[in-house]
């Protein structure tokens, strides 16, 4: 019996220290299996970063296409306005054109002074009536309308200081007809050149 155990204790007390033999792994081991995993890693890493590629490129053309439907919504939904805002201003530039602002507004009977003041105040009235369609507008578009705008007051203004005191609107009239027809253009045709210009680049 004493025996039996002293060699069941020893084959017990061994068992341990072979296990642990069994696990240790030497360098050149280590070494051979990291070699083995290396290219499984690189092929990992290489299609991880092909994956990562693909995913955003998709996502970057989804984005795009996203972008460019919603542009294209705006535009079919602003087109209109755009379109009306440069009718609404031609028709104002035409209205206040020095020849048609005259005949319009000159009344029989009227005085230089009256026909004067009725004259800014019908140029500045419409102007303020379409102030607000110049968001449909480029910039420089608009700062033509209101150069037109300005441009029309001071031919206005000129004509009146070149009529005499205590005269009628007719002869108003006539200085405001004379002074238009000096200048080469008038601003008011200025103007409505570069709003044709604007409505054919948004076809």
């Known amino acids: 019996m004493p025996t039996r155990d002293g060699c069941a204790t020893a084959v017990k007390g061994s068992s341990p220290i072979f296990a642990r033999k069994s696990l240790r792994m ?27 590629q ?21 535009r079919q939904h602003v087109l209109p306005l755009r379109l009306q805002a440069h009718e609404r201003l031609t028709l104002f530039l035409e209205r206040i054109a020095p020849g ?19 004259l800014l105040a ?10 607000t369609q110049q968001i449909y507008l480029s910039e420089r578009a608009w700062q033509q309308v209101r150069m037109a705008k300005e441009e ?21 009239s006539e200085r405001v007809f004379e002074t238009a027809a000096r200048l080469t253009h008038l601003p ?16």
């Not at 050149?28 to 890493?45: R, T, W």
């Not at 008011?188 to 076809?203: D, G, S, W």
């Open 26 to 52: 030497t360098g050149d081991q280590l070494f051979q299996v990291l070699l083995a995993l290396l290219p499984s890693v690189v092929v990992f890493l290489t299609a991880f970063y092909l994956m990562r």
């Open 100 to 118: 048609a602002l005259v005949f319009r507004v000159h009344k029989h009977n009227m005085t230089a002074r009256v026909l004067h003041a009725e």
């Open 152 to 172: 029309t007051l001071r031919i206005i203004n000129i004509a009146a200081e070149a009529t005499p005191d205590g005269a009628s609107g007719t002869a108003l």
């Open 54 to 74: 693909f995913l955003g490129t998709r996502r970057h053309e989804a984005n795009t296409q996203l972008m460019a439907e919603a542009k294209r919504e705006d």
């Open 188 to 203: 008011t045709q200025q103007a409505i050149l570069v709003l044709k210009e604007e409505v054919r680049k948004l076809f």
């Open 122 to 131: 019908t140029v500045r009235e419409e102007y303020e009536h379409n102030v």
